[in-house]
């Protein structure tokens, strides 16, 4: 289910001039579901809940705050809107697409974190990308 959710998100980021990278170690320690970076340096942050108990379990969701300007939950369409807390966009998706249910507020990131993330973001894409090109290469992730 929640890949079916982050497919069909990052098409709808994509298709609002975003490039996505999933599963991105942050600085913090935390792994971020989908990290988006728009041609302005705007980072978005995508946390992925597909059940009712995904998001009462999650209680780290604030930290991902730290290294993003705007911060959403997506989830599937079964799942109700109402439980996801206001604090943060929301997302519904499926396979072949999204929809933005309410917008994230904005907090814009100091200049240095937000260095640190699209550092890492490139990286990891990069890294990502010669790993496809040479699978036997056995390159550890930038």
Known sequence: M??????GVQRLLRAHGFACVAELPLASGRRADLVALGADGTVWIVEIKSSVEDLR????????????????FATAPHVPP????????????????????????E???????RKA??????????????????????????
């Open 2 to 7: 929640a890949l079916s959710v982050a497919r």
């Open 57 to 72: 379990a999650d209680h780290k969701w604030p930290d991902y705050r730290l290294h993003c300007d705007r911060l959403f």
């Open 82 to 105: 109402e439980i996801f807390p206001e604090e943060a966009g929301l997302i519904v998706a499926d396979a072949f697409g999204a929809a933005f249910l309410r917008e994230a507020p």
């Open 107 to 113: 907090h814009r990131l100091p200049a240095a974190t």
């Open 117 to 142: 993330v699209m550092l890492c973001f490139g990286r990891a894409a990069a890294a990502r990308l010669q790993n496809l090109a040479d699978p036997h290469g056995c390159f550890p992730e930038a």
